[in-house]
RNA sequence: CGGCUCGUAGCUCAGCUGGUAGAGCACGGGACUCUUAAUCCUGGGGUCCAGGGUUCGAAUCCCUGCGAGCCGGCCA
């Protein structure tokens, strides 16, 4: 069953469903958290379509402790406001941001925008300041029994007799981080600020009594995480799997929604890693790809695509190579075309694809993702036309845009992750690999030599012809012909379109390349022929499809062998058949002209 | 050590409530061609991790083992 499906069938009989997701500010997020972000958006476009009343949250944790500090930032300013919340922490000077946790919440929020997910925003902060869970706090700090045993039950974390599920804000050095409730009566908690509480900050060693109500406290993650449930009505929210193991958070929010606000936990969606090359990427270590990397990479919908047709419970291992992206893009586009053009799909193809493709509704044609990198790699080069001819129509509104970001991705991937070996580049000595090459291959670069130096017309059409024209008189077939081009220019086998290339590298240059590697005339005449037998063969098969003239055999004899040399024509185009034996070439001529029958 | 998830063609994966396996890519062959992941036909390929159990019958359910990934103080 398709899993948006599975998640529809789970759900409870509600007048409105509330999806929550939530990120805690406290760097910069790193590509994995955008899978929930993209499941719960799925969940509710698709529960909207079906009809549904209901409401995407999102919310930022930003009265969290800040528990580290992000690879971006400079370790000795911020060294000091570990522990505080980090609505509290400020922003990087200049950037204009008022506080730490808007600097990196305002980002991610963009990349909402970016990629089509439509989640109403909201921030912790406030409504721990406007009293919002005042209630929540009393319900909690009056059951701290409750909540002390179900830790104990679920994950078998021991808690003091005299711990509560608050932290308080310290009045004196303002860190959240530090600070343990030591008793309750009923209005006021006194709290003290621990030195040694956690290893990645430093309390003051403050004892206060306060008022935990009004953002003077706030729930420990667990317990907040239930309380949200019931104040918010959460009926549907995910998590990721280092939540969701035996014993862990979400099994302890699951009790404390249950046992002590009687509410039943929303849905859950296990979902698991989005892993990048293989690792898991971690926002804390400063590397790996961020969210905002990806989000400037892939287009919205084949991000999407990627997060959506892959079930939740599988783990997503996005390489940035180009065979897995090309294969990731086209995959896309398939689904896309066989939609546009009416072919069947499955019905769970078509949501996905619907979900995916939110920003353009009409049909358009696309460009392959290996081709435009190549095409960018090329001076001079108008992709948009290239387009056109291609399409052999001029570009509608949206398939321009969507070719704009389709070149955005490419020339992303080719400043960030392309290995050295995928890129073009003209090779300014003779590459190495050019001694791979076979005797006729180089005998065809010389030949080539020589009829571009002759042409009048040095153009990209013109080049291109005359490759095709030097290829059939080798004779060599194109596909070894343009290699060995290819070979001798870009130490590769393959590259952009052979005419346009050598179009635009300056032709003394071309010719003196082309003529670098001298070869061997008996190995290039022995290797370009075929024998008699072989011959025979050829000819019963092509008989119907080439035509012969009389004058059209040429004989000699060269290195104690005879040769005969045979143009045909096929298709309008004349081609280069060589036949070598061992008699002398009058009398291979005649066996050849007895297999053709003519005299 | 305990828990969770997973282990299906070379690769990435589909296979809902059990009836002896599929797709895409890759590979082989053919057609076609002014090559550009070309395209179009076509073919080969799997003891469904191993062993046991339930069943007339299991990739599909149960147990065990092996292997992989993740979680397992606090924080989130």
């Given at each position: ?334 689904l896309?075309?066989r939609i ?5 799909v499955e019905d769970w193809e078509r949501s996905v694809y619907k979900l ?244």
């Amino acid at each position: 069953m398709f899993w948006l499906d599975e998640i529809l069938s789970k759900l409870p009989e509600k007048e409105q469903h509330i999806i929550n997701d939530a990120k805690s500010p406290s760097g910069p997020p790193h590509v994995g958290s955008l899978r929930g972000v993209l499941i719960h958006d799925a969940v509710y476009k698709y529960l909207k379509e079906k009809g549904y009343n209901v409401r995407y949250i999102f919310g930022s944790d930003d009265y969290d402790p800040m528990d580290e500090i992000a690879g971006t930032l400079p370790r000795e300013i911020y060294e000091q406001y570990l522990g505080k919340p980090l609505a509290h922490v400020p922003a990087p000077e200049g950037s204009g941001f008022e506080d730490l946790a808007m600097y990196f919440i305002s980002d991610f929020f963009k990349i909402f925008d970016q990629l089509g997910v439509e989640a109403e925003k909201y921030y912790m902060r406030d409504y721990y300041k406007n009293g919002f869970f005042n209630e929540a706090i009393e319900t909690v700090l009056d059951n701290a029994d409750v909540i002390r045993e179900i830790y104990l039950k679920v994950s078998g974390a021991k808690r003091p007799d005299n711990w509560y599920p608050i932290q308080v804000v310290c009045e004196k050095c303002g860190k959240i981080g530090t600070t343990e409730v030591i008793d309750w009566d009923g209005k006021e908690v006194t709290y003290v600020c621990k030195e040694d509480k956690v290893t990645w900050a430093k309390g003051c060693g403050h004892v206060g009594k306060i008022s935990p109500f009004n953002g003077n406290a706030k729930m420990p993650y667990k317990v907040e995480w239930a309380a949200k449930w019931k104040y918010f009505g959460v009926t549907i929210e995910g998590a990721g799997k280092d939540h969701n193991t035996k014993g862990g958070s979400r099994d302890i929010a699951n009790a404390i929604s249950r046992q002590v606000f009687g509410y039943e936990p929303p849905v859950n969606i296990p979902y698991e890693f989005f892993l990048v090359g293989g690792a898991k990427m971690s926002s804390s270590k400063g590397r790996g790809a961020t969210a905002r990397a990806m989000a400037d990479f892939l287009p919205p919908e084949i991000l999407r695509y990627l997060m959506l047709y892959t079930h939740p419970k599988r783990k997503v291992n996005f390489e940035p190579s180009e065979k897995y992206i090309t294969k990731l893009f086209n995959a896309f586009d398939k689904l896309h075309e066989r939609i546009i053009n009416g072919e069947p799909v499955e019905d769970w193809e078509r949501s996905v694809y619907k979900l995916s493709q939110i920003f353009y509704h009409e049909p358009y044609r696309v460009l392959d993702f290996s081709l435009i990198t190549t095409m960018i790699q090329l001076p001079y080069i108008d992709i948009y036309k290239e387009a056109e001819k291609r399409f052999g129509s001029p570009l509608t509104e949206t398939e321009r845009k969507v070719l704009e970001s389709r070149i955005k991705a490419a020339r992303y991937w080719l400043e960030n992750f392309a290995p050295e070996e995928d890129k073009y580049q003209l090779q300014q000595t003779l590459p190495e690999k050019a001694r791979e090459l076979t005797q006729v291959q180089i005998a065809f670069l010389n030949k080539l030599a020589d009829k571009l130096e002759a042409l009048d017309d040095y153009n990209e059409d013109t080049i291109q012809s005359t490759i095709f024209e030097v290829a059939r008189f080798t004779p060599i077939d194109g596909k070894t012909a343009f290699q060995a081009i290819y070979t001798v220019f870009l130490g590769k086998n393959n590259g952009p379109k052979a005419g346009r290339l050598l179009a635009y590298i300056d032709k003394d240059f071309v010719l003196k390349r082309l003529r670098e590697l001298s070869f061997d005339e008996k190995e290039f005449l022995e290797q370009s022929s075929l024998d008699l037998e072989q011959f025979e063969q050829w000819w019963q098969k092509n008989k119907d499809k080439v035509q012969i003239q009389s004058d059209s055999l040429k004989a000699y004899d060269k290195f104690d062998k005879g040769f005969v040399e045979l143009i045909y024509i096929k298709k309008d185009k004349p081609h280069l058949l060589r036949i070598t034996g061992s008699d002398n070439s009058q009398e291979l001529l005649q066996k050849v002209k007895q297999i053709i029958n003519i005299d």
